[in-house]
């Protein structure tokens, strides 16, 4: 049963496919999902919750010029598959799409990616292991300092298979594991609460504990929260800005990752729009955007439409290359997909996403940079963010912030938001440390969220507004 | 907008409700050893999803999902699973990985399942009878129609990304063996439109929507003049000048406020020292114009319903009253260590959550002037009016209190809106906003979420820009 999404047969996905056509349309897709999720958490001291979670179906497109029919089941019988392919071509029956060409019944051929047969497999960690680990980290935690009132860690683990069959001829599957460790604390002072966060995350199973060391981690939240207990309000105002090595690439995945979504592009929704070949930032900005990193968060071997994971270099030395590309609105365009079509489950539509997003080190020492700060804001940890893709306005938040004094950090700040223009800030960049480090995240866009991976070394943005109360 | 009168569609017998669910819950709890208490969550529902642009349909989603959730306690430990599927291989192998789940979890006597309180609940009719026998081409000509008036709706519309409708038919059964048998159903629909203005250069978005219980009502009307108002008054926008200034919030902004705020009264979050209102019952936690009530018997909320997520009748709780804060927001198992008893206000994310204590429908006592928007604007004479918040999750803690977000609106001068501003922040805390507040608006709108809107005006607050 473990991996039903994978042995649906290519004679009945030939069916399906034929089905789905059969009313017109020129693309038919057939994605399959597997999915068992487990999490524990450890909250007050207690194991509260074990959870686990299964979920199996599949989501059928088809595509019939610019409009698609899309229809999702949990029935993954050859009956319940032909019944979604039905209720899926409506679209291409009821004419609501511009054209009609009938697509012969195609013979699939399967693909991999460049990691598609490499994984081996997966480790499972028992549910008393996760336990000890939650408890590690609990106990690291409150041995932080007498001022953490609380600590929450939690452990989820999730393993997805994928198939991917379509009308073209592909056939792709995946098997995903990712593992996620998370803490967060509560510290209590005379100024209140505050709180400190880390969590690790890698396209990983169990394997992620040989990487890291869960009381590390609740280490860091701990003294997070702690040091933000002595934390003075964060300035209002614009002031330089120096981004730590990891978090930080959150202000590029916001500032422009978004912005290069081919979605946006082709709707004349994003402010980088009809700007290839362009200088839209410093020349000390490379951004990347590489699916296939080792197990980065937001690593997979083939994407959600099936095409593998590949290294796109969208900015490259502030000239702007590339957006980035799923099969729908590649094929506008007449080119292939960049392998950037994910979805968040069999239910939802695939769309443009990032995957692991990340700007090249540079050849700055990272403490020279602060050094040659004579005052501004030096952010150890940003916490998430948002952008509006057509003004290019975004925020990104801080979860532990400095102040920069005379080329020294000195006084912790608390959390704010820093608003600014991404077409602005990007030209603003001018130092790049040579000290990388990646972050996992989340990221949600138009109501689905997937793994990402986001990452920079340490760099100076020249001057963002920070959003504090003190004048 | 056509309405139909055509009954008699594919839900046949859909007035009584779920049974059909109520009986399979009640045939898994009976599987329940001696020594366990079992809990059964069951949700089926229908969706469709119909996206227009550039005067096609861009997409169009139709599909039927369901789930369930099983939580297992043996010995006060708690376990729980959940499965997307009603197979009936799927529902044995949930139950017996929920009580595996169960051997793992610390003991803790608090732990357990809501039992029938004798509160009776308040019928609330939240099921649009119509909505299944609409045709999917109504739909469709909706959404189309919709993108269509907004492209036309102002010449400096230079593009409508996304028109959508979509509507949901949701039905639960809940029945565990400490006495909870309880089953509802309801209907949404919605139409929601996203707009880009543009002049010279400068282009400016915003969104407008209706939402309802079916098909019938959806007013494109209102959400084309909502997005396209929106978008048009913010061009020519430029960074806004920092300072202190009282901030008046729009309905739709202020309900996110709400939103926020009710999580610092969540009895779990309270007892687990992550609220900054911890300890402060019966304090003077804001000002005289603030009393704020949940209450989802109000069938004119969005949030309304009769039972809880634990299957007590939903109830009026009353929160804070006059700037005091009268009480938290209980489920079974925060009401129980807090020595006191659930408040009918468990709520879960569906078939693959666990309940825990929130709100359905926060709404504020309209100050005693009975402001519209208006008011507030004339009242407050010089500010900032802010039509849209980002950051909300990345700059507000309901744990410290710390409020800074993105904003983006318009100025306040001579008690009228004047010049539009973006890319600005404002900040305060959330202790500090509630002993602000300065108005509190008559004009509540039940959107979307967990809280009304209204336009609320706060002192006080820092603005940073250039």
């Known amino acids: 049963v473990e991996e039903e999404a994978a042995v649906i047969d290519s004679p009945v996905l030939e069916r399906v496919l034929a089905e789905a056509l059969r009313h017109g349309g020129d693309f038919a897709e057939v994605f399959a999902e597997d999915r068992s999720t487990s999490s524990a958490l450890l909250d007050d001291g207690r194991v509260e919750e074990l959870s686990s979670g299964r979920e199996r179906g599949a989501g059928i497109r088809v595509v019939s010029g610019e409009t698609t029919g899309f229809a999702h089941t949990a029935d993954l019988t050859e009956e319940g598959l032909l019944r979604a392919a039905e209720a899926a071509s409506a679209v291409a029956k009821s004419g609501g799409g511009r054209t009609t060409t009938v697509a012969a019944g195609p013979t699939l051929t399967e693909t991999t990616g460049p990691r598609g047969s490499e994984r081996g497999s997966v480790l499972l960690g028992s549910k008393g292991d996760t336990l000890d680990l939650l408890r590690r980290a609990d106990e690291a935690a409150r041995a932080s300092g007498d001022s953490i009132s609380q600590v929450q860690a939690g452990c989820g683990a999730s393993r997805r298979h994928v198939l991917i069959a379509n009308s073209e001829g592909l056939l792709a599957r995946d098997e995903q594991a990712r593992t996620r460790f998370s803490v967060s604390c509560v510290a209590v002072g005379d100024t209140g609460l505050q709180t400190g966060f880390e969590s690790a995350a890698r396209t990983l199973g169990f394997e992620l504990f040989d990487e890291v060391s869960v009381e590390e981690l609740a280490q860091l939240a701990a003294s997070r929260a702690i040091s933000k207990l002595l934390a003075r309000p964060a300035p209002s105002g614009e002031l330089p800005v ?8 959150i202000l590029f995945h916001e500032a422009c990752g978004h912005g290069l979504e081919a979605d946006h592009i082709v709707k004349d929704a994003s402010v980088y729009t ?9 020349p000390l900005v490379t951004l990347v955007d590489d699916g296939t990193v080792g197990s980065e968060w937001g690593t997979f071997a083939v994407d ?16 702007l290359t590339d957006y980035l590309w799923d099969f729908l609105r590649a094929r506008k365009e007449g080119r292939t997909s960049s392998g950037n079509g994910r979805r968040q489950t069999y239910q939802h539509l695939p769309m443009v996403r990032m995957t692991n997003t990340f700007l090249l080190p540079g050849e700055d020492d990272p403490d020279e940079i602060v050094a040659q700060t004579p005052r501004g804001v030096y952010v150890a940890k940003l916490g998430g963010g948002q952008v509006n893709t057509t003004t290019g306005d975004f925020v990104f938040g801080t979860t532990e912030a400095y102040l920069i004094e005379g080329g020294k950090i000195t006084e912790p700040l608390r959390d704010a938001n820093l608003i600014g223009n991404g077409p602005e800030i990007l030209k603003r960049v001018d130092a790049v440390a040579t000290d990388f480090a990646m972050t996992p995240g989340t990221c949600g866009k138009d109501g689905q969220s997937v793994p990402v991976g986001c990452g920079q070394a340490t760099l100076r943005v020249t001057g963002v507004t920070i959003g504090g109360t003190a004048e | 907008v056509s309405t139909t009168t055509d009954r008699g569609g594919s839900k046949g017998g859909a007035a009584q409700g779920p049974d059909d669910l109520l009986a399979l819950a009640e045939r898994v709890a009976a599987w329940a050893t001696s020594g366990e208490e079992v809990e059964v969550y069951v949700a089926r529902g229908d969706e469709t999803e119909v996206r227009a642009y550039d005067g096609a349909v861009e997409s169009l989603t139709s599909a039927t999902s369901a789930g369930i959730g099983i939580r297992v306690i043996v010995d006060h430990k708690l376990g729980f699973a959940w499965a997307g599927s009603l197979d009936e291989s799927v529902l044995g192998e949930t139950l017996a990985e929920a009580r ?3 051997r793992f979890a610390t003991a803790d006597e608090h732990v357990r399942f809501a039992v029938p309180d004798g509160v009776a609940a308040v019928p609330v009719d939240l099921w649009d009878e119509d909505l299944a026998s609409v045709p999917t081409t109504d739909k469709v000509e909706l959404a189309l129609a919709l993108e269509a008036q907004a492209r036309r709706a102002d010449s400096r519309i230079r593009q409508v990304d996304a028109a959508d409708y979509g509507d949901a038919s949701v039905e ?25 203005a543009g002049e010279g250069e400068a282009s400016q978005t915003a969104g407008g929507f ?18 396209v108002k929106r978008a048009v008054r913010l061009l020519g926008a430029t960074k806004g000048p920092s300072g202190r200034s009282t901030v008046v919030f729009d309905r739709r902004v202020a309900t996110t406020l709400l939103s926020v705020v009710s999580s610092a009264l969540s009895g779990e979050a309270v007892a687990k020292g992550r609220s900054f ?7 003077q936690v804001g000002d005289l114009v603030l009393t704020l009530v949940d209450d989802p018997t109000d069938p004119r909320a969005y949030g309304a319903a009769a039972y809880d997520a634990e299957g007590l009748a939903c109830r009026r709780n009353v929160l804070i009253d006059q700037g005091v804060l009268r009480g938290y927001l209980y489920d079974t198992v925060a009401g129980s260590r807090a020595g006191t008893s659930s408040t009918g206000s468990a709520v879960r994310g569906g078939f693959a959550g666990t309940p825990g204590p929130g709100c359905r429908a926060l709404t504020l006592a309209p100050g005693p002037e009975g402001y519209d928007e208006d008011g507030v604007l004339a009242a407050v004479g010089e500010g900032l009016f802010v039509q849209s918040m980002t950051g909300v999750h990345s700059g507000v803690s309901p744990i410290s209190g710390d409020f800074s977000v993105g904003a983006e609106g318009l100025m306040i001068r ?4 004047a010049e539009p501003v973006r890319e600005i922040t404002v900040a305060s805390t959330l202790q500090r906003m509630l002993q602000s507040l300065v108005a509190v608006g008559a004009d509540v709108e039940w959107l979307p979420g967990i809280a009304a809107g209204q336009t609320l005006a706060v002192g006080d607050m820092q603005i940073s820009g250039i």
Not at chain 1, 242 to 249: D, F, N, R, T, Y
Not at chain 2, 210 to 227: E, I, M, Q
């Open chain 1, 304 to 319: 959600d439409e099936g095409r593998p994971a590949q290294r796109n270099v969208l900015i490259d030395q502030g000239v």
């Open chain 1, 274 to 282: 009809g700007m290839v070949g362009q200088q839209v930032a410093s």
């Open chain 2, 172 to 196: 639960v059964a809940l029945v565990s063996t400490s006495g909870i048998r309880a089953s509802s159903r309801k209907t949404s629909g919605y139409i929601s439109v996203g707009v880009i």
């Open chain 2, 277 to 283: 209102f911890a300890g402060r019952l019966g304090e």
């Open chain 2, 414 to 417: 001579d008690g009228k809106l």
């Open chain 1, 242 to 249: 120096v981004l730590a090595g990891g978090s930080g690439g």
């Open chain 2, 210 to 227: 209706s939402v309802g219980r079916g098909f019938a009502g959806l007013d494109p009307d209102k959400a084309t003049d909502d997005a």
């Open chain 2, 100 to 102: 595996d789940n169960a």
